[in-house]
Structures are given as structure tokens and as C-alpha cells.
């Protein structure tokens, strides 16, 4: 055989070869990208989830954050109205407490005038409405 037809063998048989080794390696190369891009597409869905259960979980917080303030509000305003009741009875027993030193007073003074009454000690044990007497 003539030596151009071997090297145009063996030249032949490595353009096959180069070519074989090429498409293997293009092969494992869309190999390669095709596991990348799956990945890549479950690690976007796993993104969008957690993104999902983020907002999820926000949302809920916000949920129990307003039912704490509702609870909150209510129990204040119940206690400020027990406040309130407590006030104004107490009020109410000062206001009686001050009528009945202005009507003890003038009892005292409509004493001084006539000294055979002796009044004074009773009125204490009166429940007395608040006088327009002076004060």
C-alpha cells in the first residue's frame, strides 16, 4: 500500500477518533446542563415554597399580634373601668364625708349660741347627702 493511502488512513482514523471524543465530550457537556438546569429549576421551586411559607408565616404573625392589641385594649379598658367605679365611690364617700362636717360645723355654731343642745356627736353616725351649706 502506498504511503499516502496509510497516512490518509490513520488520518482518517483520527479525525474519527478527535470526532468520537468531541461528541462524547458535547455529550457530557448537555449532560452536564441538563442536571444543571434541573437543579436549577428545583431549587427555584423550592425558593418559591419557602417564599410562600414566609409570607405565610408573616401574615399569622401579623393575625396574632392584632388579637394580642384587641386583648390588650379590652382588658385595659376593663380595668380602667373598675378604676372609674372605684373613683367615683370614693367621691361619693368624700362628698358625704364633707357634708356631714358642714353640718357638724353648724351645729357646733348654732351651739355656741345656746349651749344646752349638744348635737355634734350624733351627726357622725348620719349618712348625710352632700349640703349646699357653706363650706
Do not use: C
Request: glycine share 8%; charged share 40%.
Amino acid at each position: 500500500m502506498p504511503e499516502e493511502v496509510r497516512a490518509a488512513k490513520r488520518i482518517n482514523a483520527e479525525g474519527e477518533r478527535i470526532i468520537e471524543k468531541a461528541q462524547e465530550e458535547a455529550e457530557r457537556i448537555v449532560a452536564k446542563a441538563q442536571e444543571q438546569a434541573a437543579f436549577l429549576i428545583g431549587e427555584r421551586g423550592l425558593t418559591q415554597a419557602a417564599e410562600h411559607q414566609s409570607r405565610e408565616i408573616i401574615a399569622d404573625a401579623h393575625r396574632d399580634a392584632d388579637d394580642i392589641r384587641r386583648g390588650a385594649d379590652e382588658y385595659a379598658v376593663s380595668v380602667l373601668v373598675g378604676l372609674e367605679d372605684d373613683v367615683v365611690k370614693t367621691l361619693q364617700s368624700i362628698k358625704k364625708g364633707i357634708a356631714m362636717l358642714d353640718e357638724r360645723r353648724a351645729a357646733i355654731e348654732g351651739d355656741d349660741g345656746d349651749s344646752s343642745q349638744d348635737g355634734a356627736g350624733e351627726r357622725w353616725d348620719e349618712a348625710a347627702e352632700p349640703s349646699t351649706s357653706q363650706r
